[in-house]
Structures are given as C-alpha cells and as structure tokens.
C-alpha cells in the first residue's frame, strides 16, 4: 500500500500551512508551467491522481470538464477536498494508486501533482492510466525532480570559496529514500530522469513535453526565496499522449 504519510497528524499539520495547501494553485510556483501544458478541458472527463485539497479538481470544473474525479489515499486529505467543493460533478474517491483500477478509455485527461514519486509500482500504475484514457487523451504530472531526490543527506555543502551547492549523492542508486519533510520516515521512490521517461515510452505514451522547473526571474522577483531554486531543477514535468 502506499504510504499515507498524510494522515500522520505531525505531517498533515505541516503541509496544511504550506503555501500551495493555503493559497492552492496560485501558490504551487510550478502551476503556470502545468497549466500552460493542459488542454482545453471543455466536456472533458478528467482524473486527477492524488488529488489532495481538490484544488485542480475545482480548478478543472471551473474551466468546464465534464466530470472530475479526485483519488488519494488520505482520509485526511479527502475530507478538506470535500468541504471545500460543493459541485455534485466533481467526486472524491479514497484510492490507493499502487493498485488502482480504472475503467478503460473512460477519461480524456489523467493529471497527477507531486505524487508520483511516492508509488512503488510506477510500471502498473502508468499502465493503468494509460487504459484509461481514450485515444488521444493526455497525462500531464509533476513529480520532484529526482536530482533534488537523490541527496542521501539533507542540506547544502559548501565548497572552498563559501558557496553553496547541492549535495547530489548516489543519483544512479534508484530506490526507496527516507527523508525527515516535516515528519521524520517520509518515504520517497527516487528514479533517474531516464528510467521514468523510458517507463512512460513502454508503457505507448508518446511524450510532447519534458521541463525540469526552475522559478523565472519574475516569481524570484516576488519572492526571493525561490532564487535557491535555480541552483539545481525543482520539479520535473511531464505531458504525454495516448496514441
């Protein structure tokens, strides 16, 4: 089963103060690069894969998807995401993605933020959605960047002139990573760049759109704390298509 950090009180009282958790989609930096990546979602069917808070859930109803469903496997987050959304079209499902089942060719989009890495089994997974979606029908996800997954440590090294650089350690030693991100055992998949994009082409995808994130001047204008964020890639996202 996949790890339901999010029902951990000490993390689900962390990531609820998050900009992204308070502020929703304006307040995940990454958001205007996903978006500009979706399509017109008008009478679309869409599924969004560990849907959390349901922000893009609304989101997608807003911008006139034909039906929206969100599945995650926290209680937690499923209840916010209910509560917050008051449109009979858009549905909440408890869901573990490590062994989800979804009716083929029964929606156009499949979106996931930030969850993916978390999933054990990606090959079952990506086929799963894959039989989902109809021809021609879109996957658009984010996932951390597994350069920013690989450090064994936490922090920042410093090299001889003061400066400081990213601790990539054993990026080629895929796995299970452990990690203290607000709550200590937090357990994260990392892969190479090459092993997830290689599992999306044989699994049929065809891939249109690879970013490895980094903030632009503008938001680091706005916020200057993102100006770390350039020192290595962020997120990693992707959108591919079902032939």
Same mark, same amino acid.
């Not at 029964?106 to 979106?111: E, G, P, Q, T, V």
């Not at 993102?226 to 990693?236: G, I, K, N, Q, V």
């Given at each position: 089963?996949?790890?339901?950090?999010?029902?951990?009180?000490?993390?689900? #009282?962390?990531?609820?103060? +998050?900009?992204? !958790?308070?502020?929703? @989609?304006?307040?995940?930096?990454?958001? *205007?690069? =996903?978006? $500009?990546?979706?399509?017109?979602?008008?009478?679309?069917?869409?599924?969004?894969?560990?849907?959390?808070?349901?922000?893009?859930?609304?989101?997608?109803?807003?911008?006139?998807?034909?039906?929206?469903?969100?599945?995650?496997?926290?209680?937690?987050?499923?209840?916010?995401?209910?509560?917050?959304?008051?449109?009979?079209?858009?549905?909440?499902?408890?869901?573990?993605?490590?062994?989800?089942?979804?009716? #083929?060719?029964?929606?156009? +989009?499949?979106? !996931?933020?930030?969850? @993916?890495?978390?999933?054990?089994?990606? *090959?079952? =997974?990506? $086929?799963?959605?894959?039989?989902?979606?109809?021809?021609?029908?879109?996957?658009?996800?984010?996932?951390?960047?597994?350069?920013?997954?690989?450090?064994?440590?936490?922090?920042?090294?410093?090299?001889?002139?003061?400066?400081?650089?990213?601790?990539?350690?054993?990026?080629?030693?895929?796995?299970?990573?452990?990690?203290?991100?607000?709550?200590?055992?937090?357990?994260?998949?990392?892969?190479?760049?090459?092993?997830?994009?290689?599992? +999306?082409?044989?699994?049929?995808?065809?891939?249109?759109?690879?970013?490895?994130?980094?903030?632009?001047? $503008?938001?680091?204008?706005?916020?200057?704390?993102?100006?770390?964020?350039?020192?290595?890639?962020?997120?990693?996202?992707?959108?591919?298509?079902?032939?």
């Amino acid at each position: 089963m996949t790890q339901n950090i999010y029902d951990n009180p000490d993390f689900f #009282e962390g990531y609820s103060r +998050l900009g992204r !958790s308070v502020r929703g @989609l304006e307040g995940a930096p990454e958001w *205007p690069s =996903l978006q $500009a990546l979706l399509p017109d979602l008008a009478d679309k069917r869409v599924v969004d894969l560990g849907c959390g808070f349901g922000w893009f859930c609304r989101w997608a109803r807003e911008n006139r998807a034909a039906q929206v469903l969100g599945l995650d496997v926290s209680e937690n987050m499923l209840a916010r995401a209910r509560a917050a959304t008051t449109d009979d079209t858009v549905i909440y499902e408890r869901a573990d993605l490590e062994h989800l089942d979804l009716p #083929e060719a029964s929606f156009d +989009l499949a979106y !996931s933020s930030l969850a @993916l890495h978390y999933i054990v089994d990606l *090959p079952r =997974l990506l $086929a799963t959605v894959h039989r989902a979606l109809v021809p021609g029908g879109q996957f658009t996800f984010s996932i951390e960047h597994p350069i920013l997954m690989a450090p064994m440590h936490p922090g920042w090294k410093v090299d001889a002139q003061g400066r400081k650089t990213w601790p990539v350690d054993s990026y080629q030693m895929e796995g299970a990573r452990v990690t203290n991100w607000l709550a200590e055992g937090v357990v994260k998949q990392h892969r190479t760049l090459g092993t997830t994009l290689n599992l +999306l082409i044989r699994t049929s995808f065809t891939i249109t759109h690879v970013e490895e994130w980094g903030p632009t001047d $503008a938001q680091v204008a706005a916020n200057a704390e993102l100006a770390e964020e350039r020192e290595r890639p962020m997120f990693l996202l992707v959108s591919a298509l079902r032939e």
